[in-house]
Structure formats: C-alpha cells, structure tokens
C-alpha cells in the first residue's frame, strides 16, 4: 500500500471523491502542513495553525497508480484559486499536494506543469508541492461525513 495526500478545499467532498475509486482502501480527512501539533477542527478553522484541510489516501499501486489520483484531484476543485474553494476561504483550504516519495514529487511538478500549458484555465494553477508533513487525522464526526449525514455536497446550491 501507498500513500497520497491532497489538500483540495473542504475535506469531505474530497474524502467522499477518492473513496470511490478503484484502488482506494481508505481515505482519511485530516490536517497537515502547519506549525501546531495535533490542531483541533476549531483551530485550523482560525487559519492560525498554518494547517490544510486534506485527504490521506491509502491506495493498492497494483490496482490504481498515483497519476489516477492526481487526475482526479484536479477535477475535484479550482486549482486557480489561491486559498479558496467555492465559499470556503482561508489557507486551510488551499489547493496542495503533499508527496510522500520523490517519485510522486517528480508526477505532480510534471502533472502540474502540463495542466498549466493546457489551456484548461485563465489563470495560473496555484496549487502547491511539498513534501509530506505529519498528518493529524480529524475528529472522527468528520470521518466519511457525507456518508454519516446523508450528503452529496458541501455546498448549498
């Protein structure tokens, strides 16, 4: 098993995205890329931890390789907007990928790239690369949210 983790906006539409591809066996929601140790829900919402809402990924590379996954993310979200998804906004939701190895780092610069040259977007893919930092799994009420509360969407439309 590998892991992959992805910063795309609110977590639990992103959760509920990866949870349905083949491949995956477990997407966590959590907090990553920040200075506090084991944040609460609470403080990564104050935007003063430096932490990320993202999806931990646990995926089988025989079933489902990490170009997939990148794949999906960038239809998950708006790549363009710098610290923002919809009406969420603050660094906790900014767009970012954490590689776990220097293989998925060399695949998501290049993925990254290629979407930039596309022509998808108007402007720039702001998102961001780093290496994997220490993840902090959320509270478990924000486990498998959509599926606990019956949802399809973060959003109200």
Not at 13 to 38: K, P
Not at 52 to 73: R, W
Not at 103 to 125: C, D, F, I, M, W
């Amino acid at each position: 098993m590998e892991k992959a983790t992805f910063g795309a906006g609110c977590f639990w539409g992103v959760e509920s995205a990866f949870r349905q591809l083949e491949g995956v066996i477990d997407a966590a929601v959590g907090y990553s890329g920040g200075h506090t140790s084991d944040p609460s829900y609470r403080e990564v919402c104050s935007g003063q931890t430096g932490h990320a809402e993202v999806v931990e990924v646990t995926f089988d590379p025989e079933k489902t390789c990490f170009e997939t996954l990148l794949d999906s993310f960038w239809k998950m979200h708006d790549p363009t907007t710098r610290n923002r998804q919809g009406p969420d906004i603050g660094t906790q939701y900014r767009s970012i990928i954490f590689f776990h190895n220097t293989h998925q780092q060399s695949l998501a610069t290049t993925s990254k790239e290629k979407l930039s040259k596309s022509g998808r977007y108007r402007n720039p893919v702001v998102t961001e690369i780093e290496s994997a930092q220490t993840f902090y799994r959320a509270e478990d009420y924000h486990q498998q949210y959509f599926e606990k509360n019956g949802l399809s969407s973060c959003h109200v439309t």
